[in-house]
């Protein structure tokens, strides 16, 4: 496996138009190895990059303290049988002097985008880290976890609006992995202490209740009751339409439900597929 940091090393590498391409954040988890191993399965030459995006981040957020482990991310990676590590610094992905790329929401707006109420910018950001690792991976596989549902789907609505910059990329995604009590991966519960990681459980509780109501509006009722019971504060907690993601009345359609709540400053995301049913 090779380490490359600059992006001649990258191109160096080869096989543009080739590759199975999974990007993330470092601080690697089961949840990252689950996209990995996806990865891996396609028999494509396979690239991770790791590299904390600054402009995903609002200031008051925790890019200055989130989780940083490179070392030991290239020997899963290694483990996990990646052609490939690419851990670009910031000024290789956002080179001083040049035109800030303009941000491909547009492209997007037609989706709800529900943690932009809460975190500004924040899918500006995604798209223009994601859409620059597009342009210098070039990969024919991109994969992505279903554990950031509402990144998933904007980085297929980016990608489907870009099929000349990026011809036959194909958007792979991938199911939330949890620990055994069910909560979800997330590099962000590394901050969290004991008696913060149960009251954590409240949301895939909460999610778990959505998943068994019958209608939309009791499904966020049981939402915001399990949230408040485990003293979470609430960014949201909705049903929504799975694949617009725009509200509901009925589960006669695949829906969604989705929180994003914090446990005292750490803020965690969830959700889970609610599938069609009879009235
Ligand atoms: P991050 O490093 O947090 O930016 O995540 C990189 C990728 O891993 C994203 O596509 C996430 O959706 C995915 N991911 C993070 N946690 C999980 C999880 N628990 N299960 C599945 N995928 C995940």
């Keep these: 496996m090779k380490?490359?940091?600059t992006i001649e090393e990258l191109r160096r590498g080869?096989?543009?138009?080739?590759?199975?391409?999974?990007?993330?954040?470092?601080?690697?988890?089961?949840?990252?190895?689950?996209?990995?191993?996806?990865?891996?399965?396609?028999?494509r030459r396979v690239v991770v990059s790791i590299f904390v995006n600054p402009t995903q981040f609002a200031p008051e957020e925790d890019y200055e303290r989130y989780p940083r482990q490179f070392e030991a991310d290239c020997e899963a990676?290694?483990?996990?049988?990646?052609?490939?590590?690419?851990?670009?610094d910031v000024e290789t992905m956002y080179p001083p002097g040049d035109e800030p790329p303009v941000p491909l929401l547009p492209d997007v707006a037609k989706l709800p985008?529900?943690?932009?109420?809460?975190?500004?910018?924040?899918?500006?950001?995604?798209?223009?880290v994601v859409a620059r690792l597009f342009d210098l991976v070039q990969p024919r596989i991109a994969i992505f976890g279903e554990k950031d549902y509402q990144q998933l789907l904007v980085i297929r609505t980016m990608a489907a609006?870009?099929?000349?910059?990026?011809?036959?990329?194909?958007?792979?995604?991938?199911?939330?992995?949890?620990?055994?009590?069910?909560?979800?991966?997330s590099s962000r519960n590394a901050y969290l202490s004991s008696e913060q990681r149960d009251r954590a459980l409240g949301l895939v509780k909460a999610i778990r209740r959505a998943a068994a109501a019958h209608h939309p509006e009791s499904a966020e009722a049981a939402m915001l009751e399990t949230l408040r019971e485990h003293e979470l504060n609430v960014d949201y907690a909705v049903v929504r339409d799975a694949s617009t993601l725009l509200p509901i009345e009925t589960f006669s359609r695949?829906?969604?439900?989705?929180?994003?709540?914090?446990?005292?400053?750490?803020?965690?995301?969830d959700n889970m597929a609610i599938s069609e049913r009879d009235e």
């Design 3 to 5: 380490v490359v940091h």
């Design 77 to 88: 990676a290694r483990d996990l049988g990646v052609d490939m590590v690419f851990a670009p």
């Design 161 to 185: 609006h870009k099929p000349k910059r990026w011809p036959h990329l194909e958007i792979i995604g991938v199911p939330t992995v949890r620990e055994l009590d069910g909560l979800a991966l």
């Design 113 to 128: 985008r529900l943690e932009d109420a809460s975190r500004p910018g924040h899918f500006a950001g995604v798209c223009q």
């Design 254 to 269: 695949p829906a969604r439900a989705l929180i994003a709540a914090h446990v005292d400053d750490v803020r965690l995301i």
């Design 14 to 43: 080869g096989s543009p138009g080739e590759n199975a391409f999974v990007p993330t954040m470092g601080a690697l988890h089961e949840g990252h190895f689950a996209l990995i191993r996806r990865a891996v399965e396609t028999g």
